[in-house]
């Protein structure tokens, strides 16, 4: 079956410092990547998404690249700020489930 | 863009009695319609898939008939929580997906407590 693999947290980080969260993924077919982010008590928010192999999302700073050679995902940013404090979700999509597949989460925390 | 409302955002009901949360995607029809609920610190989990005019999929270990969903329309599904307990205290999050869209868009979420 699917599943979804993500660091644990929380992580802890100061403004502008360099950001990676770790996904892996197993997947049966091509599915489709996802990293949704929720705010303290509100729902999710596509962040960004790839579709297909060596494809790159990006959105608001930050990148994500899907390389089905590692079968990763993981979210970058380069420069984050306390407003990117937020729990981070990676998720995959395949047609044939037709069901999005989380991972456990990431909480992000950034300080000034 | 493609939005999708939920109603209520927050809700505190007695045990024993019944909850009905709606969700509506506003700008587009969605064909499928899926159910999570969210526990403090921890991920999403699927409750159930509704595609318009038919009965929903349950996924495994979710009573059916304690957690009703109904897709009657295009824009608007809805799950009714029957004979609430403290233990489906929870946070409810629909989303929704049109037969072209990809994996669907979230709702902002219900909080349910229960008393």
């Known amino acids: 079956g699917n599943s979804v693999t993500q660091m644990e947290g929380p992580v802890t980080l100061s403004e502008e410092a360099f950001l990676t969260i770790n996904c892996t993924y197993t997947?049966?077919?091509?599915?489709?990547l996802f990293w949704y982010v929720q705010y303290p008590g509100e729902g999710l928010q596509l962040l960004l998404k790839?579709?297909?192999?060596?494809d790159k999302g990006s959105n608001k700073g930050f990148e994500a690249t899907y390389r089905k050679e590692t079968t990763s995902f993981h979210l970058e940013k380069g420069s984050v700020q306390v407003s990117d404090s937020a729990v981070y979700f990676c998720a995959l999509f395949t047609g044939g489930g037709n069901k999005l597949t989380f991972g456990t989460g990431t909480q992000l925390k950034v300080e000034l | 863009g493609a939005v999708v409302s939920q109603h209520p955002s927050w809700v505190i009901c007695k045990s024993g009695t019944s909850v009905k949360i709606e969700c509506r995607s506003l700008?587009?029809?969605?064909?499928?319609m899926f159910w999570y609920r969210q526990f403090p610190k921890q991920s999403l989990m699927l409750m159930a898939t509704s595609n318009e005019g038919s009965k929903a999929t349950y996924e495994q270990g979710v009573e059916k008939d304690k957690f009703l969903i109904n897709h009657a329309s295009l824009t608007l599904s809805t799950l009714t929580v029957t004979s609430a307990h403290p233990e489906d205290s929870s946070f409810y999050i629909c989303?929704?997906?049109?037969?072209?869209?990809?994996?669907?868009?979230f709702g902002p979420g219900t909080r349910l407590t229960v008393t």
């Open positions: 790839a579709t297909k192999a060596d």
């Open positions: 997947a049966t077919g091509y599915p489709s």
């Open positions: 989303s929704a997906k049109s037969s072209s869209g990809l994996a669907g868009v």
């Open positions: 700008d587009f029809q969605a064909t499928t």
